[in-house]
T-cell receptor, first 113, second 110 residues
Framework: GAVVSQHPSWVICKSGTSVKIECRSLDFQATTMFWYRQFPKQSLMLMAT?????????EQGVEKDKFLINHASLTLSTLTVTSAHPEDSSFYIC?????????FGSGTRLTVV | DAKTTQPPSMDCAEGRAANLPCNHSTISGNEYVYWYRQIHSQGPQYIIH???NNETNEMASLIITEDRKSSTLILPHATLRDTAVYYCIVRGFNTDKLIFGTGTRLQVFP
């Protein structure tokens, strides 16, 4: 499957600031990427589908103005958590679907203090 | 997408086969069964997937019942490194989304 790189692995930010998380598909041109969020001891929750060159599709209940997704190229999607608050602290994971299946990034642990 | 039901947790002795069941009684004919696992604080790792035939790869075997309403993931010789949460996911043919359920936490003990 595709090789997916996610950066940073962890980040600590102050409440009210914004944080950008990058997801790169290193060897596959991904028109679609997915963003998930996972709280401790819970399963992954799909937040949105990132579409190259167009707007992301958000799952019900996910604030699109808070979680900004940009998929400007076939190899890069970014998730920006705007005006972060402690309740946004979570594990964020991206995924790429290629011709073989889904490959996930290693995740980004966000802590908002 | 069809929902899946998995036991919340299972134990397995190292070296023995781990058999993880999954119920997907509402699966439709064009929906695939995927298995992923997640080791603590890492992204999910693909294990195997199938439509209706049994599948085997270097990691595991997937046994799907004839009526397709349930499946079993088999890790033939479990090791301590197989300790993880295992997710059984049914994905529709006309969607590219992968929706995770609650999974089974497999603990392999020495």
């Amino acid at each position: 499957g595709a090789v997916v790189s996610q950066h940073p692995s962890w980040v600590i930010c102050k409440s009210g600031t914004s944080v950008k998380i990058e997801c790169r598909s290193l060897d596959f041109q991904a028109t679609t990427m997915f963003w998930y969020r996972q709280f401790p001891k819970q399963s992954l929750m799909l937040m949105a589908t990132s579409n190259e060159g167009s707007k992301a599709t958000y799952e019900q209940g996910v604030e699109k103005d808070k979680f900004l997704i940009n998929h400007a190229s076939l190899t890069l999607s970014t998730l920006t958590v705007t005006s972060a608050h402690p309740e946004d602290s979570s594990f964020y994971i991206c995924s790429v679907y290629d011709n073989y299946g889904y490959t996930f990034g290693s995740g980004t642990r966000l802590t908002v203090v | 997408d069809a929902k899946t039901t998995q036991p919340p947790s299972m134990d397995c002795a190292e070296g023995r086969a781990a058999n993880l069941p999954c119920n997907h009684s509402t699966i439709s004919g064009n929906e695939y069964v995927y298995w992923y696992r997640q080791i603590h604080s890492q992204g999910p790792q693909y294990i195997i997937h199938g439509l209706k035939n049994n599948e085997t790869n270097e990691m595991a075997s997937l046994i799907i019942t004839e009526d397709r309403k349930s499946s079993t993931l088999i890790l033939p010789h479990a090791t301590l490194r197989d300790t993880a949460v295992y997710y059984c996911i049914v994905r529709g043919f006309n969607t590219d989304k992968l929706i995770f359920g609650t999974g089974t936490r497999l603990q392999v003990f020495p």
